[in-house]
């Protein structure tokens, strides 16, 4: 099955998606997939054709003129006009492409193993995602003030508190299932139209369309948020780190998450076109040591993956003891 590996950044998180593909790269040098750096040619920071050749070789650049697509959005708050770009995928990429792979620029790809949703069937589903943790937080109490808030952006989204709710950040879609569904064309017209019903974008708008009508991944192909506090990242195994929250880990001024995230960015950056990105604080605000693992999140933890053991995810069962 013809696959694309689709990065989808506005200006701001260009370069960290070259680092993304880097990481994606490494992580399965075997695999050669076909990979997509897709965004507007304001978006292309300088330097990109001074990247090392084997990488640069690797990429295909496309430039889109996204306003002609796009015109009736706009982004809010931290969120840019580029995290509308993946609905475009299955209209830009070139028509021999079945597969679509998109990949969020603040992910890296750790493992291997992310080459197999080649291979996955999805039961005629357009798209194979994992839960967020907009629907996993359900785990932690009740009494959690993010749960409440979490259940309530669900049930004006129309959906059960039992209906599963995906990250966007990665997602496999097929793309003949997502053009039969018309996915572009049904989650532009709600977010046009009513925008203020969907907070999280145009992830609210396709869970809001899907209705939990999607193949569920586990957490090892998006291991995001709340997961790096509750000691499951040994037991998982992640394939995908996703760093879902502000400030991200390149960022090192501001960071204040796990020293070895910060450093990875650091470093590769400091080896790239960008070495101004590498700048780092005499004095840096990063953790030595892993979040403590408090009661509530001991609690938490259990909870999640006790849920998580029962689920039959696509890329296989999840077995989490000890």
Known sequence: M?????????????????????????????????????????????????????????????????KALDGRLSGKGRFSR????????????????????????????????????????????PLAAAYDMIFLMDFKSEDDPLVRMFRRSRAKLGLALDTPYFNAGLMAIDRAAWRREK??????KALAEEPQRYPFMEQDALNATLRGGFAPLSPRMNFMGDFFLLDLERRVAPIVLHFVNAPKPWSLDAWKGEARFAEDYRDWFAR???????????????????????????????????????????????RLEG
């Open 183 to 188: 996915l572009t064309e049904r989650v532009t």
């Open 82 to 125: 580029a995290v509308f770009r993946r609905l475009f995928l299955a209209e830009v990429l070139p028509p021999q492409i079945e597969r679509i792979v998109s990949v969020d620029s603040d992910m890296l790809i750790v493992r291997p193993g992310l080459s197999r949703l080649e291979t996955f069937d999805f039961s005629g589903r």
């Open 272 to 318: 790239s076109p960008w070495p101004e990105m590498a700048s780092s604080p005499a004095s840096p605000p990063w953790r030595r040591s892993r979040p403590p693992l408090t009661r509530v999140r001991r609690e938490f933890g259990a909870r999640l993956a006790g849920f998580l053991e029962t689920q039959p995810f696509l890329d296989g069962p999840l």
């Open 2 to 66: 013809r696959t694309a590996f689709c990065f989808t950044p506005d200006r701001l998180f260009f370069a960290p998606a070259v680092r993304a593909i880097a990481s994606l790269i490494d992580a399965e040098p075997e695999a050669r997939p076909e990979i997509f750096l897709v965004c507007e040619p304001d978006d292309v920071a300088p330097g990109f054709d001074r990247l090392a050749r084997p990488l640069r070789e690797r990429i295909t650049l496309l430039t889109v003129d996204f």
